[in-house]
């Protein structure tokens, strides 16, 4: 009996007029149940909502590791576009499934039987690229063409406006929406008049239940506020061609998977912004005394940030956020809060501890990694500890040893495939390269934590000299006794991992510096991190401060 799978794409762009998922599913189906297969559940590779033009996609990586595998022996598509939109991918994806004896089906192709059709179809398959790169290159240039001319097409209008389509095609406009306009006018009086900050007009919109267009969580964003009251669509003047989305150069999360390429936003250069004429919402002076304030409420902001906090970074709150600095400067009155109440703004608290007072907190763990630093005894016990670790490396180092191995294993799969790819003339030198630099990227960051594994757990290469330990505690007394904030900094940063506490008690988790310098004791303090010795989390000592009532 014959196997057969399916794997169907859709890509969320609109542009592209693609059928739904569901409906290119049922059409298989049906086609397949005509041939006499029916295909199950677990072979039905969907990826709903990815961009054809990048091959790394989670459903059709099952697949190829399916094709491995053997799984099927037939797969089922609409198009072979569904694979991929850029040609020589296709070829790639085609070759992998033909050289592992799979037949592919697809429903709106010619189906490359003898060599003639295989022929006819990869023709075909090219003409598609470029007629794809042709047609969207023509869109883009229909549309700045519209924007020279100052017509308003097809936008996404801002909060205050709606976007009204022309009765000739092309020849839309912006209608203000009333109910919108009134808000944004008390927007503009609260902070342009009243001097508020973006953060308490969040919280005021939040209590008076006035909501964001989409509004999933019923609160403004900070980033969608202040967008919107630097937006000069408001006085009268909409800008067409301001940005443009491009792959981003540094992108905050290292994902896997990418739905679509180009996810980043970058700004134009200002000459090739295109002005185009609405109707104003707001006053010019109104406006400009908004941008005057929001410059103001910066600079208060930056001023607040100059306050000393010794655990600034490593103060922790017990429910797992962390705890920031805030508080008077004036008066003195800096506590470390948990952020809990910042993050969730403008929602109701969810965690109830106190705040703690910086002041007490800074005192009481800098006068405790003075008392553990110079304890001879609780010094040479951890050193103990250490030392006996250095011998045997823990199954744990084994198991994170395994997981990084198969991880460079898959890459190094990958890479052949690029390297298969580009020997049949599938892919561009460039390309190949491209592909192949990402790669070595990945497994470069998986060797240094191999090897970070290996040294840090396992037998040192070089034997690590131990201090007199009774000389280090002296030491370290005479170095952390009668230290200034400036000099303290920079030990804390260095000793102290996390401190936790739930407002009562405080935890302090952090390593014991193995070498201190000997000379100069009364000015430099440096610690070698090549020889900082991390103390292990289960045998942690924990050395609870009590805050005094
Ligand atoms: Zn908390």
Redesign the pocket.
């Known amino acids: 009996m014959k196997t057969s799978a399916l794997y169907a794409r859709v890509s969320t762009s609109g542009q592209e007029k693609e059928q739904t998922i569901n409906s290119q599913i049922a059409e298989i189906v049906s086609k397949a149940k005509g041939d006499g297969s029916a295909i199950e559940q677990g072979l039905q590779y969907v990826d709903d909502g990815w961009s054809g033009e990048l091959l790394a996609r989670p459903a059709l990586d099952n697949l190829r590791d399916a094709v491995k595998n053997k799984s099927f022996d037939t797969l089922y598509l609409y198009d072979l576009g569904r694979l991929s939109r850029n040609f020589l991918n296709q070829l790639i994806l085609k070759k992998e499934l033909t050289e592992a004896g799979i037949k592919i089906v697809s429903l709106h192709d010619i189906n490359g039987e003898n060599p003639e059709s295989l022929l006819a179809q990869n023709v075909m398959g090219l003409f598609h690229d470029y007629e794809r790169i042709k047609i969207a290159e023509r869109f883009r240039r229909g549309k700045l063409y519209k924007a020279k001319s100052g017509i308003l097409f097809g936008w996404q209008a801002p909060y205050g406006y709606e976007y009204i389509k022309g009765k000739e095609k092309g020849m839309g406009n912006f209608k203000i929406v009333p109910h919108e306009v009134e808000i944004l006018k008390m927007i503009f009086q609260w902070i342009g008049i009243e001097g508020l900050t973006i953060r308490q007009v969040i919280k005021r919109l939040y209590e008076q239940k006035i909501y964001p267009r989409k509004s999933k969580n019923k609160y403004w964003s900070t980033s969608t506020l202040s967008r919107r009251l630097r937006d000069e669509t408001y006085i009268g003047v909409t800008h067409y061609n301001k940005s443009k989305s491009i792959v981003p150069e540094n992108p905050t999360k290292n994902e896997k998977y990418k739905k679509i390429k180009k996810s980043s936003r970058h700004n134009n250069p200002k000459d090739q912004w295109f002005a185009i004429e609405v109707e104003p919402i707001i006053e010019k002076e109104l406006f400009t005394a908004v941008q005057k304030q929001l410059i103001l409420n910066d600079s208060f902001a930056m001023r607040n940030k100059k306050n000393n906090y010794l655990l600034s970074g490593l103060a922790y ?3 797992g ?1 962390k705890r920031a600095g805030e508080g008077n400067s004036k008066t003195h009155n800096l506590y470390y809060r ?1 952020t ?1 109440r910042v993050l969730r703004y403008p929602l109701p608290k969810e ?1 109830h ?1 106190k705040g703690v007072n910086a002041t007490v907190l800074d005192d009481r763990v800098w006068s405790t990694i003075v008392k553990l630093l110079s304890n001879k005894n609780l010094i040479k016990k951890h050193f103990g500890i250490w030392k006996e670790k250095q011998k045997q490396p823990t199954s744990n180092t084994d198991f994170l040893k395994t997981e990084l191995d198969k991880q460079l294993d898959a890459f190094e799969t990958q890479e052949k495939r690029y390297l298969e790819a580009y020997g049949e003339g599938a892919i561009s030198l460039s390309q190949y390269k491209e592909q192949v630099q990402a790669i070595q990227n990945k497994k470069t960051t998986i060797l240094t934590k191999l090897q970070r594994v290996s040294t840090d757990f396992s037998t040192p290469s070089a034997p690590v000299i131990l201090p007199d330990l009774d000389e280090y505690c002296d030491k370290m007394k005479i170095i952390l006794t009668n230290r200034d904030f400036e000099k303290k900094l920079p030990i804390v940063r260095k000793v102290i991992q996390k401190v936790t506490t739930d407002g009562t008690i405080a935890t302090i988790q952090g390593y014991i510096p193995l070498q201190i310098p000997v000379e100069n004791t009364q000015e430099n303090v440096k610690f070698k991190s090549e020889y900082r010795y991390r103390r292990s989390p289960q045998r942690r000592k924990i050395n609870p401060i009590q805050r005094p009532p």
């Open positions: 709150c017990s429910c956020r948990c809990d965690c501890n």
